[in-house]
């Protein structure tokens, strides 16, 4: 059966263009053989992003996506690997074989738990538009929520006289299933099952799929809970889902925002006014798994909060949550909405094109961070600093990535020294003051690195190493991506050899020698005696990733020690102290120190 799955991919694969299916996701201009454009899957102005439709693969040099067209439908439309499958069958007119290994019957029940919660959300539905249902509609009407917002979204009315029970027990539905579902409560003092949403207007959840898989109910006056969701159930986790994400996914892609708002009902709102890229948690804070979610479509979203303390401390929850998770070019940026206001107030009250002008002017994360501390915790005494330094430090502290963590650092450190030093001269201003002088090294443009070239002898061993394991490419890319090869020879094997092991990262040693050779490098090849020596020697991996990673960090030592020695020249060529100069020297004289120690680490553990 797996065979014959394997044989449905292969005529999925050939049935569709690639450049088809990537394109109706991203604007792609034909450049010789390939197509080019923006990847989908971190920001860019310059397109790196190329689309090879001989070869049926999409690779972007900047972040190093990669893969075919499901990869691709899994990736950018955030789908699991069936429902892409699923999608693409379906746009290639094919079926797809069934070769799930589940109990049938277990998939079955999946099945009908899908039909169920359709039926309860067709009664719904139904009851909004019955006379029963009127104050329900009066609700929305009043809410600005014309008859197109209302069939888009599915909105409904639950009614006070346990109609969904009898509605679905006269569909043959099970109350074992009602209960299960959220849609049902079983009484503790008779026994019997009862409505879950009563006398409540009711807003369907979906999955990515558009399956109605849970429910939201808002009262309609000014009753306790204002707001009642399903409780978890077999096909809703209210940690995963983020509403409206079945609508939104396609438009945030085009426009390369995603709006996180704080409830369903701001997300109609918005809609209402043609911002159709809203999608809001469901009655929890936002959680890790919800903004990985977000990060499938955009790798900046926008959280756009109440005004309020509320949503002020919904945004501090949120930044908590996302310390831990954060890589390079994903982050989260904030909008607070003024007057207290929630979105759907604000665009009733300014309008769709003062709405747009809130959205472009975010608050960043670190700066964020820095409010949550600077506005929370007492700075007048240098005690009260010092713990001030202290907490915000640890809190950098929980970033997971070290190259953002490092950055978070600089940042950090930086305002705390802009916020707290006082100048060490407080002479008058003059033509000889410390004051004038502090000025104008504070406005001189900071000294730019001294870019790292990587030697011959270096840079011929490293890429040598990746030809004889060209696992190490996908393990160094990143890192090496950092250097300047010097050897224009050299600079060109490495870039082919790049590309031939996206094409295929499992390549053997042998067949990528050879792959070179044919196109062209084999004169090349044949002089480099690094690779005759390190096959020669028949070393262990780990031991050259040791080597690599020495090389690399004694690069990096070296253009420190000249950062260094740039910087106190500068600060003894300036006729009074810069606090410019001495913060970039103090940086950089951190920065090899955590080097050196990470060398002597490796040195121990070796």
């Known amino acids: 059966m797996e065979t014959d799955f394997q044989k449905f991919l292969d005529e999925l694969r050939s049935r569709l263009s690639v450049a088809d299916v990537v394109g109706a996701k991203v604007k792609l201009v034909r450049k010789g053989k390939e197509y080019m454009g923006l990847c989908p899957f971190h920001n860019e102005k310059t397109p790196s992003f190329t689309v090879n439709e001989a070869k049926g693969f999409y690779h972007c040099f900047g972040c190093g996506a990669h893969g ?14 069936m429902d892409a499958v699923t999608k693409l069958a379906n746009k290639a007119g094919l079926r797809v074989p069934q070769i799930s290994h589940e109990n049938p019957e277990e998939v079955q029940k999946r099945s009908s738990w899908y039909e169920i919660t359709e039926l309860a959300a067709t009664y719904f539905e139904k009851n909004l538009r019955l006379p029963i249902g009127q104050e329900g509609m009066a609700y929305f009407l009043r809410r600005g929520f014309d008859e197109n917002i209302i069939k888009k979204f599915r909105l409904g009315y639950a009614p006070d006289n346990n109609g969904l029970c009898a509605w679905l027990a006269s569909k043959n539905v099970r109350e074992s299933d009602m209960i299960e579902l959220g849609l049902a409560v079983l009484s503790e003092k008779n026994g019997k099952i009862y409505d879950f949403f009563r006398n409540r207007v009711i807003i369907p959840i979906m999955d990515k799929r558009g399956k109605v898989i849970a429910f939201g109910g808002r009262v309609m006056g000014n009753e306790q809970p204002k707001y009642l969701n399903s409780p978890d159930t077999p096909i809703f986790n209210k940690r995963r889902v983020l509403y409206n994400l079945n609508y939104a996914r396609d438009k945030a892609f085009e426009k390369r925002r995603i709006v996180i708002c704080e409830g369903y009902m701001d997300v109609i709102a918005q809609a209402k006014f043609g911002f159709d890229y809203a999608v809001a948690p469901l009655g929890t804070a936002l959680t890790e798994e919800q903004i ?28 908590d949550r996302v310390l831990p998770m954060l890589k390079a070019g994903y982050s989260l940026k904030y909008v607070f909405l003024p007057d207290k206001m929630d979105p759907d107030e604000f665009l009733k009250a300014k309008g769709a094109d003062e709405y747009e002008k809130a959205l472009e002017h975010t608050v960043p994360l670190a700066d964020l961070l820095w409010r949550k501390n600077i506005e929370s915790l007492p700075t007048d005494t240098p005690e009260q600093k010092a ?10 502290g929980k970033i997971g990535d070290e190259k953002v963590r490092s950055y978070y650092l600089q940042d950090m450190k930086k305002r705390i020294y802009d916020n707290f030093r006082q100048p060490i001269n407080t002479a008058p201003k003059s033509e000889k003051g410390y004051s004038k002088r502090n000025v104008a090294a504070k406005t001189k443009m900071r000294p730019q690195p001294i870019k790292i070239t990587l030697d011959d002898l270096v840079g011929k061993f490293i890429v040598s190493a990746m030809l004889c394991f060209p696992s190490l490419i996908g393990e160094y890319e990143e890192k090496t991506g950092m250097f300047e090869i010097s050897n224009p020879d050299l600079k060109q094997l490495f870039e082919k050899m790049i590309e031939i092991y996206h094409e295929n990262e499992d390549i053997s040693y042998i067949d990528f020698y050879h792959m070179l050779q044919n196109k062209g490098f084999d004169k090349y090849l044949s002089g480099l005696w690094e690779v005759k020596m390190i096959r020669g020697q028949n070393p262990d991996i780990r031991k050259l990733r040791k080597e690599i990673n020495n090389k690399i960090i004694e690069m ?36 090899r120190n955590i080097l050196l120690t990470q060398q002597h680490e490796d040195d121990i553990i070796s």
Request: hydrophobic share 40%; proline share 3%.
């Open 387 to 396: 713990l001030f330094e202290k907490t915000v430090l640890e809190e950098v």
């Open 556 to 591: 990096q030592l070296q253009q420190l020690e000249k950062e260094m020695k740039q910087s106190l020249r500068e600060m003894e060529a300036s006729e009074s102290f810069s606090e410019t100069l001495f913060e970039r020297y103090n940086m950089l004289e951190k920065e």
């Open 292 to 319: 990985a979610e977000a990060w499938k479509i955009c790798p900046e979203p926008t959280l756009c909060f109440d005004g309020d303390g509320a949503g002020i401390k919904a945004a501090i929850r949120s930044a």
């Open 68 to 81: 075919d067209i499901i990869k691709f439908e899994m990736e950018a439309n955030g789908l699991p690997f």
